[in-house]
């Protein structure tokens, strides 16, 4: 599974902080296995643990740090941060039209 799998089922129109957005949310989380993790959710599990390692490795206490900080300052031009309604983050795609799994700075070099 790609990252289109995560725009299907996640993200909605910019803006759209509707019933869409729950129902899209729920439909993402229930398109998951529930015995283990895809493709791309294990990378993403060992980049965090990996992360959260290197920052307690630099005496961030717990391993602790800001992901939203990490997204703005290291992918700002890919995916950007928001607060709901209710103040939890969000992550989005800045262009949901392109294929963020081939925009990588790896595959330029």
Do not use: Y
């Not at 902080?17 to 949310?25: A, D, K």
């Not at 392109?98 to 700075?105: K, L, M, Q, T």
């Amino acid at each position: 599974t790609d990252s289109s799998a995560i725009r299907k089922h996640l993200l909605s129109p910019e803006g759209d902080h509707s019933g869409n957005m729950v129902q899209n949310v729920e439909s993402f989380f229930g398109s998951l296995p529930q015995d283990e993790f895809e493709a791309f959710e294990t990378d993403l599990r060992e980049a965090l643990i990996n992360a959260a390692a290197r920052a307690q490795d630099l005496g961030l206490q717990g391993g602790r740090f800001p992901l939203h900080q990490w997204i703005d300052r290291r992918m700002g031009g890919e995916l950007r941060t928001s607060k709901d309604s209710r103040g939890h983050c969000e992550v989005a795609l800045i262009n949901p039209d392109s294929n963020a799994a081939g925009n990588s700075v790896a595959e330029g070099e």
